[in-house]
């Protein structure tokens, strides 16, 4: 059967082979102790792009980081007091940190959407655990199609997505995701319930932040907040006006292109890096050409409109 020639075993050959797929930029479903993870290396924009393909994601959301500890964590974002606490609490375990970014961290803009912060978990699973130390911190989302039940078990994987190779390792522990809080000034906000309780948080770390109506930080499944540039963006442009920066794709040049090809995995990994240098310009606006809206152009072309619509 064409499903079995994608099952890797999880003993020691199966995990090297996963790590070669991963350190050619590719992805692999891999068992956390909450759900699978579809993995790609979370410095690597094309092979961060391959996992919004998979999955048919519909909008470039912020993807967790799986760490191996809190040192490489650390490598990835600023810790708190506070967020320390609860990396000794309860890591590895079910529980996601959104933290501030380092500035020089090895991540991929994609992964972040673009932002200031930063999703981290470090796993209680032998088999992911061994990935992250073996090639580095994974993105890793859950591994089924965008919509579909987040997956317990290797079977899912391979009835949800095509063509990713899996690590089967038996049925996922906690069997749902993890719990995602933000660690801010003030303290700490909830930001999806998950595997964690909310009341073994409050026993570490106090009772949390009232809720926004638009929470300050974005997470995983969260998409009331997104990011802008400062300057207003116009879409659908085959030319640039005197004062706006030009974003361009297939033959459409600009003074910065997102895939001179007209590759959508080439353009989704540059997105988020050419509206920071389009903010930067000094110019007064952004112009950004036709990109399609297909496959990966859904994705793109979603997280442009959000960019370019009418600030409140």
Not at 255 to 270: I, M, R
Request: aromatic letters at 4%.
């Amino acid at each position: 059967m064409a499903s079995k020639s994608r099952i890797l075993l999880p003993d020691a050959a199966g995990i090297a082979a996963a790590a070669d797929v991963l350190r050619a930029r590719g992805l692999v479903a891999v068992p956390t102790e909450t759900v699978y993870g579809l993995a790609a290396r979370a410095d690597d924009g094309a092979a961060v792009a391959g996992i919004y393909a998979a999955k048919g994601r519909p909008s470039f959301n912020p993807l967790i980081v799986h760490v191996a500890d809190v040192a490489q964590a650390e490598t990835l974002a600023v810790f708190s007091p506070l967020a320390h606490a609860l990396a000794q609490s309860f890591w590895p375990g079910p529980l996601t940190l959104v933290l501030p970014r380092r500035a020089d961290a090895p991540v991929a803009s994609l992964v972040t959407a673009g932002l200031d912060t930063i999703a981290l978990r470090c796993p209680a699973h032998a088999v992911m655990q061994a990935l992250v130390r073996i090639v580095g911190p994974l993105a890793a989302p859950s591994a089924n199609a965008s919509g579909r039940i987040s997956p317990t078990r290797a079977g899912h994987v391979l009835a949800s997505l095509a063509d990713v190779p899996v690590i089967d390792a038996g049925p996922c522990a906690a069997g749902v995701e993890s719990t995602i809080v933000a660690v801010e000034a003030g303290g700490w906000r909830l930001l999806r319930p998950g595997a964690v309780a909310v009341e073994a948080i409050v026993e570490v770390a106090g009772e949390p932040l009232a809720s926004e109506a638009t929470p300050s930080v974005q997470a995983p499944g969260m998409m009331e907040s997104h990011y802008a540039p400062e300057q207003p963006v116009r879409l659908e442009a085959d030319t640039a006006q005197l004062d706006e920066f030009h974003i361009g794709f297939g033959p459409v040049k600009g003074d910065a292109t997102l895939s001179a090809s007209g590759d959508l995995t080439e353009a989704a990994a540059c997105l988020f890096d050419l509206l920071h240098i389009a903010q930067a310009s000094g110019r007064a606006g952004i112009a950004v050409a036709p990109v399609p809206r297909h496959s990966l152009g859904l994705a793109i072309n979603d997280r442009l409109a959000r960019a370019a619509a009418p600030r409140g």
